[in-house]
């Protein structure tokens, strides 16, 4: 069996989640800015929006996997600061504006410039975006991060999820889908739909995009 093999199968039976890794930094970068109505696009189970509930005044989370949006739906019964829609993007409410708007691994699932001038749209003035988001290996310089990556990759699942599984766990179930873009195509879609957004590299195969809508 290779080496590669052998860490897929290491990294099976030792899940964590990428994206929630993420979480409390997208958090963070919301409150900066003093939110108080957020929209979360593909929030799958809600793991975002809990953490977005402790620092905003409401949430909106928008997932088109029914599975997936009935379980955030229940998990935040009662909750009227929490609203979990089962829909798309494109289902959203296109007369709402909201103070910071986050999608985390979702934005690679939508046409690239269309959804960057939307989500601009989207925001009230002074409002920020926050994505991370997945782009497609290409060059060097993404095989360089890459090997980092790989290798911090089984720690972090040891250190997160000691114990085997046998099964990945439900906030880790949702269709995925292999990016088209790579990160010098969301740059340069970037700077030309979102003047000022600022774009980073990360570790374990993301990217952030952080922008400020102009305050009028």
């Known amino acids: ?23 409390p930094w997208i958090a963070d970068r919301v409150a900066e800015v003093g939110a108080r109505d957020v929209l979360d696009v593909g929030c799958g ?14 949430v909106t989370g928008l997932e088109p996997d029914p599975a997936a949006a009935h379980t955030a739906a229940k998990r935040f019964t ?3 600061a929490v609203a979990i829609v089962h829909g798309d993007f494109e289902s959203r409410d296109k007369e709402r504006r909201w103070d910071a ?10 046409p690239l410039v269309a959804a960057l001038r939307d989500l ?19 060059g060097p310089a993404d095989l360089l991060a ?12 040891l250190l997160k999820h000691p114990s085997r599984a046998a099964a990945p766990p439900p906030h880790m179930t949702a269709p ?6 790579t990160l010098r195509d ?31």
Not at 148 to 157: C, Q
């Open 78 to 80: 009662g909750d009227t």
């Open 176 to 181: 995925t889908t292999a990016p088209g873009e």
């Open 186 to 216: 969301i740059r340069a879609a970037a700077a030309r739909e979102l003047p000022g957004a600022r774009v980073r590299r990360r570790l374990f195969w993301r990217y952030s995009l952080v922008y400020d809508a102009p305050s009028s």
């Open 120 to 138: 601009r749209a989207c925001l009230t003035p002074g409002g920020r975006l926050v994505i991370v988001g997945c782009y497609r290996e290409s």
């Open 45 to 58: 189970t809600g793991n975002l929006v809990a953490l977005l509930r402790h620092s905003v005044g409401t």
């Open 146 to 157: 890459t090997l980092p990556a790989a290798l911090a990759n089984p720690v972090m699942g």
């Open 1 to 23: 069996m290779s080496l590669l093999s052998r860490l897929h199968r290491f990294n099976e039976r030792h899940p964590w989640s990428h994206n929630d890794h993420y979480g």
């Open 101 to 110: 708007v986050t999608l985390v691994a979702v934005l690679h699932h939508l």
